[in-house]
């Protein structure tokens, strides 16, 4: 018998029909889990049914992934209990986690691309024939109604059917709890109607299952439970059916007021024009119709991780070369061809990733070198003198605690930032901002922002992002929202509000209902 | 992280306690071993002239691969480049038309540098627009000049009636570098050295060159935030590193063997890049590691003779040197971050 959704019922139970039926409650008792002196979880206290499908859902950072982590083995927590069917265990490694039936479906695929699907699908199981692996290959993607050939590479497939071959591998070691870290990221939405029913199917078989996910809409689809967590603690918990704004609420914490905005920036001529703009990058790409900016604009970028704003501000630093389109920046038309970062930086375009240490500042070099690099006049030789002036000059102003002789590596992360900061070429005109305060203490928060809007921004357009709605709500004068590699939301501060943009972030529209 | 002098030491130390234990294992004697290589190298000035031979290729290579390592670039074809930096300054040795022998040589010198260069370049060419990792591009390339020097050999610049393994034919005296009476290293390969050793160091710590380098070499991702284009300096590394291979082949050929020879690079172009690993990437230590590295070699010549021990012991010497030093860097940098 076929089922509508293309599971074949009598073939899954088949297949499913040798399990143990040792279901699973998981009970997590005052978990905390503390990363130096930040506490990533404080006092989770957390009970999934066996046989449920439970989603854990929160901003980037409250501590979903963490959670999972601990429940894997892969990470040590820091204090209380995981109990399992009412009896503490302890899990210090993934094996201990894999021995006792818990297995993750990651995010990022972790399998061997250069294997076949059918050794991929023997790994990690006890050892068989490999006649046997085949035919519980067969059996079980018939089953769930998956194609996919034993015989390709895994490299040359989607991460869809790597995640399919991935799912049929845990089943077929007889896991009795799922976690399932944004399974959806990466595929297809006719994969994701596959996926789904299987991932309701095998909680029918009694599969405790843990869906991690930044989407309202799947949690909704799929989840019996929902567990809101927001700076690592937990905010809600609910049962099916729910109720949107309510989950909203919870996740981005209670809707603040509107702060006033501290100027009345005046805007000047349009400086940047992107037509029909296609281009690869995270997950979906990045796809523009059309999109301006004027100087004098501060532009908050806001979307979950993968959204599309990180490739959209490579894309105008020239770092991301797109498929087609055009950029005109600075009256100059700048087809897909012609964009470079070298092009970007002539066009007093700026930009600060995120990652500083891994994209923007040298290990082992010292600050006045960092300054020597940024040094545009054209001489053949170092002007060590000028730079070390140059340096203490800028770790004075900017308030850096190190010395002019220190390597970038040895400051904090604050302490980057100022530098990355200092380094910046005042002149710049389009200033592309990842993540600016990324662990920042408030005063140094308080004090880049200071000098962001006071001193850059009056001449020059600011583009930023932030996996903080509040800052983007309280820094910016108009909002992009990305969704799936698109703009979903572009809007004037005061025309929108935390909960529209919380929505076009979680579920790609502004409208909740 | 650097190695100290500290670290050099103690890595010679555990080099001279195994070197110690193979000897002892194949009943060699250990300390008539050392003794002799030590007689080898440095027992008369005649000697000692035959160490600075070996010297002056070996500081050549090892200055040009400070520029590739700066850019944590691999130069494995630095062998090659050393060879058809030979078969350039050949080249123009064996054109007919010029008799003015400083014309000749200065023309032959450029030629040598240029080809050594042009070598270099395709490695980076590999690299770069092919995306053929150095050590793979460089090692084909290293077969392909082998190949063509022993084409050269016994084909187009054969002697006259016999084409023999031990090369062409030797150059008339005129072409020959001058040296000092009696020794076996040219006035012009001690000055050419001196004068590249101090340039490198200024090129590399005190020009805006040496810096970018190091910044690629550091981080390439964030090099293109500072407008400095990786594949640019790529390749211009690996030119210069060429370039010196090049000057190390025209040495072989105008000081040392006053012919091509299919064995024209000795190997130099590999035993620099195990002593600039050895020191750490610094160029102080070049010259100083250099010249125990040429002693060894030229030290190890006599062993057969004298103690019927096999003169490789001085390549597996070698090899424990690097090996070493990169296990006592590798020990250090566990402690450190453990």
Redesign the interface.
């Known amino acids: 018998m076929m089922h509508r959704s293309g599971i074949c019922h009598s073939c899954l139970k088949g297949c499913l029909g040798h399990r143990n039926n040792k279901h699973m409650e998981i009970k997590f008792q005052h978990i905390s889990k503390r990363f130096g002196t930040v506490l990533a979880l404080d006092d989770i206290n957390l009970t999934a049914r066996s046989g449920s499908i439970h989603g854990l859902i929160g901003e980037n950072g409250a501590g979903k992934s963490t959670l999972m982590k601990i429940l894997t083995g892969y990470q040590a927590k820091s204090g209380g209990d995981i109990l399992i069917n009412g009896k503490p265990v302890s899990l210090k490694t993934p094996s201990d986690a894999a021995k006792i039936g818990i297995g993750m479906l990651y995010q990022e695929p972790m399998d061997f691309p250069t294997l076949t699907v059918l050794e991929n699908f023997s790994l990690g199981c006890p050892a068989l024939s490999q006649e046997k692996f085949t035919q519980s290959l067969i059996g079980l993607t018939s089953a769930f109604g998956f194609q996919l050939e034993h015989n390709r590479l895994v490299e040359s497939l989607t991460v869809g059917e790597r995640q399919q071959i991935e799912l049929l591998r845990l089943i077929h070691c007889r896991i009795q709890v799922l976690i399932l870290d944004e399974p959806t990221t990466g595929i297809s939405p006719s994969q994701k109607k596959l996926l789904f029913p299987a991932l309701k199917k095998l909680a029918a078989e009694g599969v405790t299952i843990f869906l991690v996910s930044h989407k309202l809409e799947e949690v909704s689809n799929l989840c019996d439970d929902v567990t809101v967590l927001r700076h690592g603690k937990i905010t809600h918990h609910t049962r099916t059916p729910f109720y949107f704004p309510e989950l909203l609420r919870a996740m981005f914490g209670s809707v603040p007021e509107q702060k006033a905005k501290t100027t009345d920036r005046v805007t000047g001529e349009i400086i940047l024009t992107m037509d029909s703009i296609l281009t690869g990058g995270e997950r979906k790409g990045l796809t523009l119709e059309n999109f301006t900016a004027k100087s004098g604009e501060i532009i908050g970028l806001a979307g979950l991780d993968g959204a599309g704003q990180a490739t959209f501000l490579r894309l105008l630093?020239g770092?991301n070369i797109p498929v087609r389109g055009a950029v005109h920046l600075f009256n100059r038309r700048l087809p897909a061809s012609k964009m470079a970062?070298?092009v970007a930086?002539?066009l007093k375009t700026?930009?600060l990733?995120a990652d500083r240490l891994?994209?923007?500042?040298?290990?082992?070099?010292s600050l006045s070198?960092h300054f020597?690099?940024?040094?545009t006049d054209s001489?053949?030789?170092?002007n060590t003198e000028k730079n070390s002036k140059r340096a203490t000059e800028g770790i004075k102003t900017f308030s850096i605690k190190g010395k002019a002789n220190d390597t970038a590596d040895e400051l904090s992360g604050g302490n980057q930032q100022r530098l990355l900061l200092a380094l910046l070429n005042p002149k710049s005109r389009l200033i592309l901002l990842e993540n600016p305060t990324r662990g920042l203490d408030i005063r140094s928060d308080q004090w880049v922002w200071n000098y962001l809007t006071k001193t850059l921004a009056p001449e020059s357009c600011i583009l930023f992002s932030s996996p903080e709605l509040d800052e983007i709500l309280h820094h910016s004068d108009r909002i992009l929202v990305f969704y799936d590699g698109a703009i979903v939301l572009d809007r004037a501060t005061t025309m929108t509000n935390h909960d529209e943009i919380a929505a076009a972030m979680t579920i790609g529209r502004e409208n909740v209902e | 992280m650097k190695q100290t002098p500290l670290d050099i030491l103690k890595a010679i130390t555990l080099v001279f306690s195994f070197t110690a234990l193979v000897l002892f294992i194949t009943d060699a004697p250990v300390l008539p071993v050392f003794h002799n290589i030590w007689q080898g190298a440095f027992a008369s000035t005649m000697k000692f002239s035959q160490v600075l031979a070996v010297w002056v290729p070996l500081v050549l290579c090892s200055c040009g691969l400070l520029f590739t390592f700066r850019a944590n670039l691999w130069n494995i074809g630095i062998e090659g480049q050393v060879i058809m930096g030979a078969i350039g300054g050949m080249a123009v040795l064996r054109f007919p038309g010029l008799t003015n022998p400083y014309i000749i040589l200065s023309a032959s010198f450029v030629a040598a540098m240029i080809t050594g260069a042009l070598w270099g370049l395709f490695a980076g060419l590999l690299k770069t627009k092919g995306g053929v990792h150095e050590i793979f591009g460089g090692l084909g390339l290293n077969f392909v000049a082998q190949g063509f020097i022993l084409w050269l050999i016994f084909g187009p610049w054969q002697r006259p009636g016999i084409a023999s393994m031990s090369g062409t034919e030797l150059l008339p005296h005129k072409l020959w570098l001058t040296s000092p009476p009696g020794w076996r290293v040219a006035y012009a390969g001690l000055i050419i050295v001196l004068l590249i050793l101090i340039l490198a160091w200024l090129f590399l710590y005190?020009?805006?060159?040496?810096?970018?380098l190091?910044?690629i070499g550091?981080?390439p991702?964030?090099a293109?935030?500072?407008?400095?284009?990786p594949e640019g300096y790529y390749l211009l590394s690996i030119l210069i590193c060429g370039a010196c291979a090049g000057m190390a082949g025209f040495i072989q050929i105008t000081a040392v063997y006053h012919r091509l020879i299919p064995a024209i690079s000795s190997g130099y172009g590999y035993l620099a890049l195990l002593l600039v690993m050895l020191g750490g990437y610094r160029i102080l230590s070049v010259p100083f590691l250099a010249l125990f590295f040429a002693g060894l070699n030229v030290g190890a010549i006599q062993l057969p003779i004298v103690l019927q021990v096999d003169s490789t012991l001085s390549g597996v010497i070698q090899g424990c040197c690097v090996l070493s030093a990169l296990f006592v860097l590798g020990l250090r940098m566990r402690r450190k971050h453990p």
């Open positions: 630093a770092l970062n070298s930086i002539s700026v930009f990733p891994e994209e923007a500042l040298f290990t082992d070099i070198d020597s690099l940024r040094d001489s053949f030789w170092q | 005190k020009s805006k060159l040496g810096l970018k190091k910044a550091k981080n991702r964030a293109l935030l500072y407008d400095i284009s």
